[in-house]
């Protein structure tokens, strides 16, 4: 590992851009050297490139506020040439996501992806690093499709699996689960929104985002998947249905889960799976990488604290890093229920694309 490393923000206006510059500013390992947005904000210094768009509580950091933004698909070769890897959040058409991704990544320049548009690339690792850091090593095989020596394109996953997908991983490493019924509860911030932009969600609740089902009943498989011959194959043993909704909450996505054991397991008490949850430490931890929470998962007994995880009380834990379990309980259809939460622009957009990078740079992808 180097002591540090030069890193680009591609999209560094828009929400998760935001999450990306209070993260990064001031990070141990990594200097913000290019900020870059779409043809409007290019050449503006970055003050005046978000303008009134700013919605981070903290004021732009010094370093970065007279920055000028660079052009995000004009100017790929010089940011490539600038920077060690770039973190990428964009608003474009999936196709054209797929296609800058791939430009950066031949350009020698790994990318560290929040966008959807590579999730389902087969040789394209999607990790949440305390479940799946293994799949970091289908990266030489992707190298070898792209003709890269360095450049590769890595992503995290949908920002609403990641409020219960680890809960029930954790559980399934020992107890296999069979099916799952979802119900997520997904803040306006997921969606790059504010209450001040988004008025329609003043006192309101919308049963329906569009596509977030299916990447919460597919993205799953591929995390739970297996590194087969140049490709990451999907796993087949767990079947997730979902709804979505979008709630009047500014961040933090909540989801509600009922499931099921595969038949013949010897179910689990709530007291086992809670401890399993309470000791659970992945290869973060045990790296002790910079955004790494200390607990990953906190846990709320139904006996304690029945009306918690709270998204006031809970989406801040350990720097909005961790994952908030609670009202683990019996069901009468399933064989369990509970409910499950996480900061859904920190663990779920741009926390997790820098703990991912993190990850990938402690085992020296990014060298
Ligand atoms: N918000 C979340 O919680 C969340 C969670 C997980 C994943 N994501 C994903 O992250 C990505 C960004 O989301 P967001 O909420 O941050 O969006 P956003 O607030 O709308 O920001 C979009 C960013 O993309 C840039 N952009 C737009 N068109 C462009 C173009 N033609 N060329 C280059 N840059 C362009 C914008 O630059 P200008 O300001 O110059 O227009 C801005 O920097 C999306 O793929 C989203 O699905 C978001």
Redesign the pocket.
């Known amino acids: 590992m180097k002591d540090n490393y030069k890193v680009g923000i591609?999209?560094?206006?828009?929400?998760?851009?935001q999450r990306f510059i209070t993260l990064l500013h001031d990070h141990p390992w990594y200097t913000i050297e290019v900020l870059?947005?779409?043809?409007?904000?290019a050449g503006k210094t970055y003050k005046d490139?978000?303008g009134a768009?700013w919605a981070m509580k903290e004021e732009i950091p010094a370093g970065v506020a007279d920055m000028v933004v660079m052009d995000?698909?004009g100017d790929v070769e010089k940011i490539a040439s600038m920077v060690d890897f770039v973190f990428c959040?964009?608003?474009?058409k999936k196709d054209?996501?797929k296609a800058l991704e791939e430009r950066y990544a031949k350009a020698e320049c790994p990318v560290v992806s929040?966008?959807?548009a590579h999730r389902h690339t087969l040789d394209v690792p999607m990790i949440i690093p305390e479940i799946n850091p293994q799949h970091i090593e289908i990266i030489p095989a992707q190298r070898k499709r792209l003709g890269t020596k360095r450049g590769f394109v890595a992503v995290k996953s949908?920002?609403s699996l990641q409020s219960y997908l680890p809960a029930m991983a954790v559980i399934n490493q020992k107890y296999p689960i069979d099916h799952a019924l979802v119900t997520t509860y997904q803040a306006i911030?997921?969606?790059?929104k504010t209450f001040e932009t988004w008025q329609e969600m003043v006192d309101n609740l919308i049963p329906y985002i569009g596509g977030e089902e299916m990447k919460s009943e597919v993205e799953p498989n591929k995390i739970l998947g297996k590194i087969e011959g140049g490709e990451i194959v999907p796993s087949t043993e767990l079947q997730i249905e979902c709804q979505t909704y979008r709630v009047p909450v500014s961040d933090g996505h909540t989801a509600a889960i009922f499931f099921s054991f595969k038949d013949g397991v010897n179910k689990p008490s709530v007291g086992e799976i809670e401890n399993m949850w309470r000791s659970f430490k992945g290869v973060p931890q045990e790296l002790n990488l910079p955004h790494a929470p200390k607990q990953f998962i906190h846990v709320y007994t139904e006996s304690e604290n029945p009306d918690q995880p709270q998204i006031k009380t809970a989406r801040e834990i350990d720097g909005g890093m961790a994952i908030s379990c609670g009202r683990l309980r019996e069901s009468t259809q399933y064989d369990y229920k509970m409910v499950s939460m996480s900061h859904?622009?920190l663990r779920?957009?741009a926390g997790g694309a820098v703990l991912l990078a993190e990850l990938l740079t402690a085992k020296g992808y990014m060298d």
């Not at 959040?89 to 474009?92: G, H, K, R």
């Open positions: 591609i999209g560094a206006t828009g929400m998760v851009g870059a947005a779409s043809p409007r904000s490139a978000v768009k995000a698909t959040a964009v608003d474009m054209e996501i929040n966008n959807s949908n920002c911030s997921g969606a790059g859904n622009t779920g957009a």
